[in-house]
């Protein structure tokens, strides 16, 4: 079975400041790994995904996150908030190389960026 | 237009009364979704299908059923909608091995 750990469900920053949100996934096979953004009444917007190879994934709107299989982790970065940013952020991991293909996803990280 | 449409956008409908969400998808994915979002829940998984003939239940499918009338639609029906219902719907396609599409979701309130 897979899942997948935010932790911290809010988190404030300042403008400029380093944005980092944190999740954890466990799988028993290798995951295809996933950040959503959503921004107030809003659908799901795809960030980035981390499929195979590179490690370091960049995505839209500056923000990147690595893969990292030793410590189960794809946490997501920016090196400087915009108060566009505010939004929820949700880590998500699928089997898409097996016969589920379902998308499972953490309950989400509410970023507030404050002026 | 949208790869995916979800309709309606918004619905409120009082308890006991039956009610379909529809979506329908140009992305011509075969597989497509149904989550619910919750807050501090994130998004959970209704029910899903890899094609018109297979249909399979997520992690909380009771109170809910679907029908994929086509490859390109899929609808979720409350066959008596309760108030722990309320909650925001989501439809997602998928392509195998490429991600997700997401609608831009239903807010469902059940009174």
């Known amino acids: 079975a897979q899942s997948v750990t935010q932790l911290g469900s809010h988190v404030s920053v300042s403008e400029g400041a380093l944005v980092l949100l944190r999740c954890n996934y466990s799988?028993?096979?290798?995951?295809?790994l996933f950040w959503y953004v959503q921004y107030p009444n809003q659908g799901l917007q795809l960030l980035l995904k981390?499929?195979?190879?590179?490690?370091l994934v960049k995505g839209i709107n500056g923000f990147e996150a690595e893969f990292k299989k030793s410590e189960t982790s794809f946490h997501l970065t920016k090196p400087s908030a915009h108060m566009s940013d505010a939004a929820e952020y949700f880590c998500?991991?699928?089997?898409?190389?097996?016969?589920?293909?379902?998308?499972?996803f953490g309950t989400g990280t509410l970023l507030a960026v404050q002026p | 237009d949208a790869d995916v449409t979800q309709t309606p956008r918004n619905r409120i409908t009082k308890t006991g009364k039956r009610i379909m969400l529809e979506c329908s998808q140009t992305?011509?994915?075969?597989?497509m979704y149904w989550y619910r979002q919750d807050p501090g829940l994130g998004l959970r998984l209704i029910y899903y299908?890899?094609?018109?003939?297979?249909?399979n239940k997520g992690e909380i499918s009771d109170g809910y059923s679907v029908s994929r009338q086509a490859q390109a639609k899929f609808s979720l029906s409350l066959e008596s909608a309760i108030p722990n219902q309320t909650a925001l719907y989501f439809c997602?396609?998928?392509?195998?091995?490429?991600?997700?599409?997401f609608g831009s979701g239903t807010r469902l309130t059940v009174v």
């Open positions: 299908s890899f094609d018109v003939k297979d249909i």
């Open positions: 799988s028993s096979v290798p995951p295809y």
């Open positions: 981390y499929t195979t190879g590179a490690t």
């Open positions: 998500a991991v699928s089997d898409l190389r097996g016969a589920t293909n379902k998308l499972i």
């Open positions: 997602a396609t998928s392509d195998r091995g490429n991600g997700y599409t």
């Open positions: 992305k011509g994915h075969d597989r």
